[in-house]
């Protein structure tokens, strides 16, 4: 069982940065491709990142392109820990912001059924 803990949410304008993190608890931190998804209020919970499992120190990285060029995504095995960087907010990126582990994903990890456990979500406010 993995335990998903998101941080780094608040109030940001326009313009602004702002980094989440997510850290985990149980598991093989190594062995899970990790994601993060949002939702923004009436609409449907979407991919906005995610980072690839790896034995040795090559990761690929993928970004909806909605947030491609200003968002970036990592990971620290060590800290068991992914970090999304989120520079040149806008207000679109409102959204309440969950961190997901999918257990060694063969795949992209674009999909929400990609991933096997979910935090409880960071809220993202840009203000204009």
């Known amino acids: 069982q993995v335990q998903l803990v998101e941080s780094g949410g608040g109030l940001v304008q326009a313009g602004g940065s702002l980094r989440l993190s997510c850290e985990a608890s149980?598991?093989?931190?190594?062995?899970?491709?990790m994601g993060w998804f949002r939702q923004a209020p009436g609409k449907e919970r979407e991919f906005v990142s995610a980072i690839s499992w790896s034995v040795r120190t090559t990761y690929y990285a993928y970004y909806a392109d909605s947030v491609k060029g200003r968002f970036t995504i990592s990971r620290d095995n060590g800290k068991k820990t992914v970090y999304l960087q989120m520079n040149s907010l806008k207000p679109e990126d409102t959204a309440v912001y969950y961190c997901?582990?999918?257990?060694?994903?063969?795949?992209?990890?674009?999909?929400?059924?990609?991933?096997?456990?979910w935090g409880q979500g960071t809220q993202v406010t840009v203000s204009s």
């Open positions: 997901a582990a999918g257990y060694l994903i063969q795949v992209e990890g674009r999909r929400e059924q990609d991933y096997d456990y």
């Open positions: 149980g598991g093989t931190f190594n062995n899970y491709g």
